[in-house]
């Protein structure tokens, strides 16, 4: 931690700011410029709120010097994550897509998607049982019956599946059914979720919270880990900012400051991001472009009368188009594709 | 719900387009002017997403007509509400003051701390004892002890006891020693904590979320109201922007929109609105001045030792300045303030 | 100016990192963790950009010391500055009100205006003449006409006048009728207008950009306290967020913490600020109750026909009324207001 | 202009809205549904401000029909804008890379520039000579003599000049110069500044606002094209979020946007929309990806020592090695690059 006094802080208040950083257990090195006096406080404190120094006379700013997460650091871990979702591998040199709807509707929707997304050379099966809905009257899921019916679509079409899970009560049922486990973007910072999450063992989707800073996303990411689950793949999803055309601003700049700053996986969802059907094909080729390990799309066999997201849902066609741009994209940077399954 | 053609759309285009909307339920009212035509859509589909609109050829843009959310708004009840916790009233014209530390430590600090706020005019305890803690390294809390900790305390000072729940599996405990519940803000659109906070019948204080529009968080309230639950209070504590010399921004004007959208009462939270102590009374007054029902503010016996937010909880004795200033606000806006109990 | 290395960086990147700030001119003090190594710079180099050493290898961030404004800093200048327009002093105790028509329509307009503002105790006239439009095609103000009309209806009613200017060519004729030189906020980072502003030696009033930081805002003051004119008053008028419920977010906090980091007056404008007439007298008492030195609010005597921001403009009996509810809020703060002048 | 009255309004509010729609010159089609009563407001208004129909009583909310900018729209042109700069036409199959250090510094760093970036495929130099700075102490650009090096150097590989132009009374030397006006982000709504770069006639870049809406870009884009200035190039810069770890967070979600809505060519500058070297190779890519007409980068011979953003300039043989990459991906989306000229 750096402490900066103001210019014409007088040496008692120097004094005592270097008392109450004895105190809270830090060794100081003291720097006094022509200027102003700067104070490195060093020792591992990783829970030190740094505002109890801030507050204090003469002092102008405090910087915090290490980054308050650990597990999920390139520090800790130099070598790239390859999660394991059974036998697909997320962070190698080939790229993973997931697709599906956005929520399980019936068996046919669910088989069809399933068919269609393994076809063009997805490997995971995307699909919500339990739906975060912003409003308490919207369709909620079908629950376990959408678990049982994703599961049978994906095992007839070789696919693993991932789901997302709202509350700790819903680990087991997930857990039953399910390759790997989604927390929303709302749930970001829901830390029972995440403990929980990271207790069953399964790999885990994080997605970023609609104002979640990559320090947050991160520390979100350390409650999986610090259960000594390793397997934690992150997934750009857009970010909330005062632009009303799209829906959310596709952060795409998160890809290599993930990939600098973290050994994690980290996937790009243009279809959350930008949230109209128009706007995924080129975010999605972009997010390839930027470096992302993989995508997350959402598919319907007939958008326009999806129980939620529809519009933000690709026809089959489009995604047999989009998985044949990705590619060329993919190659163009030098990462490889699972080839089609027809 | 109105959908704005394109300029030089086509009559198939508008055709296609009413056919679309009278096979989703909705009556058309078509307004051809000389630049462009307007559909108006007349039928009550709150769940509608307009975006299956949006998407088809020749349409410019679509616009909800009707608020998503129902109970909590002005239409649907045009007096204000008065949230009752036990015989505490908020949204009348006495403004309530819930005080208290960050988080119950031990005794001597919540009955202290108890003892303090109420004889400055606080009729609400407030601290935590399930804390949602960005990193899973700090402190968690002290869980039922804190709990019971916390209501020997507020009975012995005359305070009703309002404490966070951060998963459903807590409403049990929480409602054997709790008289209002608050829901924080990383939880705000935690679907299944927000109906299970509902269902426990206790008044509900709700955070609005970091990044959460005002309609979002009218849209979390509506899972409450819609439970049956008619006590719910907002809790303006400040939103993400882009300035780093605060914490957060508190949105004050928050205020007088709610009172014009919805009939819930709203108080404000400066202490993590702002983050540092010395912003807490500036914009303590400015919430009262801009017409709040109440404040929620950190205090703590000793902030320098407090084990989270010490930096934004006030000493007693700025409490007892606060709430002398408090009160001479709350007078030139026409409001009453319960006594000093000293 | 502070350098952080990554855990796990070796001797020769250390020692790299030294020798480029050696480089560059500044002494190194080094302070070798158990985890990590710290690097302090010192040595007066304001226009240094960090980045240079961000980039290095073994470098994990970079946090500057000094803030880059130096006469607008407290640290500068620690007694505040009270900025004279005329014989009206802004920063004093005593609040100063800034009123008057959005743009200058006509004679009438004008001078029923000062006589309203001027009665209930405003001791500035506002009125744009050179108007910022979004719109080409949108009016664009009356010029020097619009000035003459301005000065003659301030004399008449003993009053200062506050006009904006969009470009240096304007800095005679406004030089000519105005008090005070308005720059507003999407012109708070043309520095060839901020330098000529300054040069003119007319206090100026400074709006804060709809997206600046408190530090880009102190920088644009700085471009005008550096031409030698001390008076510069800043103008807090809300900001961009994901909020749509109001055209900007009111930043109240940005009064407590400009008073904290500069010296210079501080003024709040509850109308750009909010845009909604209903919203203007809430916030207005809220920022005074914050601790601003002054308002700036805009009345139109029939704001319905304005010919620019009618919507945000009050009649002139609720900008009496606004004025009465404002000097209660002044004495609950210790603050005194010029009296009605009927 | 869609009307909508609040639940529950009454007939007399409803015509008094009718009637005041009428005075303002509109003709009003009225649509009374169940619940609520929606009034379409038809006729060609393009500077009314609904905030005035807002206010009124029992109105709920209103929504703009139109859009407020017409030469930008689609709707006004529906074939693709091709932007000249001499021979060079941005907005065509032919991706365009604009490249050159952040300033102008000497003849030799121009000279050594030019060579490099048109060797490898760039065919318009950018560099400034006057330099928007936030601080008043740093480097503010060389002038007309930065102007006459830059023109050399272009003339000698056979390069176009785009430079940024900071004040109208700059227009002139400009003209002499340049072959494309750049207006920055700060000044995206300098007006008197965007008239006279329409005046001018030289095809203009013209770069969003840090908090910019893409609809505000496009009025800014109008005041241009009212001049009869046809040439306007959009130039995505990067738009401030709260996110701390890249300097601007680059929305590349604009160009799929800025595509259906406008026929204006887009470029993208990752150089600014991240502020680091190391981010600029994969945005770039991405901005490719995502269908931009182009790309602006800056490079410099010795980054180290550049006398502005140095850190975000790329190093020569680095400029090489990004057009090797961004020449794959436009060829995977169809799109052409000039060949090396080596």
């Not at 910087?63 to 999660?83: C, D, G, L």
């Not at 969802?269 to 706007?279: E, F, I, W």
């Given at each position: 931690m750096v402490v900066v006094m103001q210019v014409g802080a007088n040496e008692s208040q120097i004094e005592s700011v270097i008392a109450a950083l004895n105190d809270h257990g830090f060794d100081v090195h003291r720097s006094s410029g022509s200027e102003r006096t700067v104070l490195g406080a060093v020792g591992v404190h990783p829970e030190f709120d740094p505002r109890h120094i801030e507050l204090l006379d003469g002092v102008s700013d405090v910087?915090?010097?290490?980054?308050?997460?650990?597990?999920?650091?390139?520090?800790?871990?130099?070598?790239?994550?390859?999660?394991k979702v059974g036998d697909v591998i997320i962070g190698g040199n080939e790229l993973v897509v997931m697709a599906g709807p956005c929520s399980v509707e019936s068996e046919e929707q669910i088989h069809s998607s399933a068919a269609a997304v393994a076809k063009a050379g997805a490997t995971i099966l995307r699909g919500g049982s339990f739906k975060p809905r912003s409003s308490p009257y919207a369709f909620q899921g079908l629950g376990e019956n959408g678990l049982i019916m994703m599961r049978e679509a994906a095992d007839a079409h070789g696919l693993k599946v991932v789901t997302e899970m709202m509350e700790p009560a819903q680990a087991d049922v997930i857990g039953q059914y399910a390759d790997m486990i989604q927390i929303g973007a709302r749930n970001m910072q829901n830390y029972p979720l995440l403990r929980v999450a990271g207790q069953t063992g399964l790999p885990v989707l994080l997605k970023r919270g609609l104002s979640a800073t990559i320090k947050e996303w991160l520390m979100s990411a350390e409650y999986i880990l610090a259960e000594n689950n390793p397997n934690v793949v992150l997934c750009e999803r857009g970010i909330r900012t005062f632009e009303p055309y799209t829906r959310n601003t596709l952060d795409l700049s998160a890809v290599p400051v993930i990939k600098s700053r973290s050994h994690l996986p980290i996937i790009v969802?243009?279809?959350?991001?930008?949230?109209?059907?128009?706007?995924v094909m080129p975010m999605a080729r972009a997010g390839v472009a930027a470096g992302a390990d993989g995508l997350m799309i959402e598919v319907h066999p007939d958008p326009d009368v999806a129980l939620s997201d529809g519009p933000q849902s690709l026809f089959f066609d489009q995604f047999d188009e989009l998985m044949s741009q990705v590619r060329d994209i993919a190659k163009a940077v030098g990462r490889t594709m699972p080839s089609r399954t027809d």
């Open positions: 910087h915090r010097v290490s980054e308050p997460y650990k597990f999920a650091s390139r520090a800790w871990k130099s070598e790239p994550t390859e999660a969802d243009p279809s959350h991001g930008t949230g109209l059907r128009n706007k």
